[in-house]
């Protein structure tokens, strides 16, 4: 049986979890960054809100990452959609992920 005790536990799994938060929010710099570049000019609120779209085109790129959803999709039996909902106005947006992928090649 383990010595570790409950409160040892517990800090132990709040380090684990800030190390996931952490690096999932790692994962959104590429969306944060792009945005920065196309809508600098863009209000802080007006960019957040792209930079939140821009997030979720992120994640389903990561998805495609996983060769069983990558297959799916180019099979056309399984379509990635993101979406946007802003409370405030009410609105809720959904879209399609553009995916185009090229036959695998070796180089020799």
């Not at 944060?32 to 821009?54: A, M, P, R, V």
């Not at 947006?93 to 070796?106: G, H, N, Q, S």
Request: proline share 2%; aromatic share 12%.
């Amino acid at each position: 049986m383990s010595t570790e005790s409950y409160e040892d536990a517990l800090e132990r799994l709040g380090e684990l979890l800030s190390i996931f938060i952490e690096n999932w929010v790692k994962i959104g710099t590429s969306a944060k960054n792009k945005i920065k570049q196309e809508y600098g000019d863009l209000s802080f609120e007006e960019q957040c809100t792209h930079c939140e779209k821009e997030a979720v085109n992120v994640t389903l790129g990561n998805l495609l990452s996983y060769p069983f959803v990558r297959e799916r999709v180019e099979k056309g039996k399984l379509a990635l959609r993101g979406a946007h909902y802003d409370f405030v106005s009410g609105t809720f947006e959904i879209w399609e992920l553009d995916v185009k992928t090229t036959p695998a090649f070796a180089f020799s």
